[in-house]
C-alpha cells in the first residue's frame, strides 16, 4: 500500500528565510503524489502534484517540490518565507495504480511556523 | 463557478445517534471522496463514490456509508455515533475521465459527538 511519511511535526522559519518541508513515500508502483496545504478552520488546496512528468513542480504561491526516486522523498521549498505562509501542509499520495480517480493517503501534517 | 461545497457547517449529536452530511462537487465534476480529518491529524480516506457506486474504501467500518445522486452529489451517513467520530468531514471532487488526480477539497463540516 501507498504512503507518506513528513518528518518534522512543526517547523519554524524567520520571515524571508527559505522553507523546506519534508515528504517520504513508499510506494510499490509509481506514485502521483501532491501537496496541499490547510489554513484554520478551512479544507484543503493543492499547492502542487507530481504525476510522473518532470521531476521539479513547481506550485501556487512560490512553493515547488522535487521527485527523487532514488531517496523517495518529495520535498516541498519555498526560496522566501512569507508570514502568509503560515498553515498546515500536508503530503499525500494516490492510493490505487490503474486509471482514473483514486483515492489520496496522507501524511500527519507539518505545521509551518513564521517568525517575524 | 461554485467549488466543492458542504453542508452543516457544524453540527452536535450525541452517541448512538446518526448523521447526515451533504457534499455538492464543483462544476463538471463527476467523482466525490470523503475523508475524514481527525484533531492535529491528516485527512484519512473514507470511500469514493463514482457514477452513484461505492468505487474505493478506506479502512473505515459498516457505520459509514454513502450515496451519490444523479446530479453528482453525495451524502455521508455514519450510523450509532461513537465519541471517536469528532471531526472534520472533508469532501472532496474530482473529474473521473480525465484521471482524476486532483482534488477539489470543500469547506468540512464539523461534527462533534457528545
Known amino acids: 500500500a501507498q504512503s507518506v511519511t513528513q518528518l518534522g511535526s512543526h517547523v519554524s522559519v524567520s520571515e524571508g528565510a527559505l522553507v523546506l518541508l519534508r515528504c517520504n513515500y513508499s510506494?510499490?508502483?509509481?506514485?502521483?503524489l501532491f501537496w496541499y496545504v490547510q489554513y484554520p478552520n478551512q479544507g484543503l488546496q493543492l499547492l502542487l502534484k507530481?504525476?510522473?512528468?518532470?521531476?521539479l513542480v513547481k506550485g501556487i504561491n512560490g512553493f515547488e517540490a522535487e521527485f527523487k526516486k532514488s531517496e523517495t522523498s518529495f520535498h516541498l521549498t519555498k526560496p522566501s518565507a512569507h508570514m502568509s505562509d503560515a498553515a498546515e501542509y500536508f503530503c499525500?499520495?494516490?492510493?490505487?495504480?490503474?486509471?482514473?480517480?483514486?483515492?489520496?493517503?496522507f501524511g500527519k501534517g507539518t505545521h509551518l511556523i513564521i517568525q517575524p | 463557478d461554485a467549488g466543492v461545497t458542504q453542508s452543516p457547517t457544524h453540527l452536535i449529536k450525541t452517541r448512538g445517534q446518526q448523521v447526515t452530511l451533504r457534499c455538492s462537487p464543483k462544476?463538471?465534476?463527476?467523482?466525490v471522496s470523503w475523508y475524514q480529518q481527525a484533531l492535529g491529524q491528516g485527512p484519512q480516506f473514507i470511500f469514493q463514490?463514482?457514477?452513484?457506486?461505492?468505487?474505493q474504501r478506506g479502512n473505515f467500518p459498516d457505520r459509514f456509508s454513502g450515496h451519490q445522486f444523479p446530479n453528482y452529489s453525495s451524502e455521508l451517513n455514519v450510523n450509532a455515533l461513537l465519541l471517536g467520530d469528532s471531526a472534520l468531514y472533508l469532501c472532496?471532487?474530482?473529474?473521473?475521465?480525465?484521471?482524476?488526480?486532483?482534488?477539489?477539497f470543500g469547506p468540512g463540516t464539523r461534527l462533534t459527538v457528545l
Open positions: 472532496a471532487s474530482s473529474f473521473r475521465t480525465s484521471g482524476g488526480h486532483e482534488q477539489f
Open positions: 510506494s510499490s508502483v509509481p506514485p502521483y
Open positions: 507530481y504525476t510522473s512528468a518532470a521531476t
Open positions: 499525500a499520495v494516490r492510493r490505487g495504480s490503474g486509471g482514473g480517480a483514486d483515492g489520496l493517503t
Open positions: 462544476s463538471g465534476h463527476d467523482t
Open positions: 463514490y463514482y457514477e452513484e457506486e461505492e468505487r
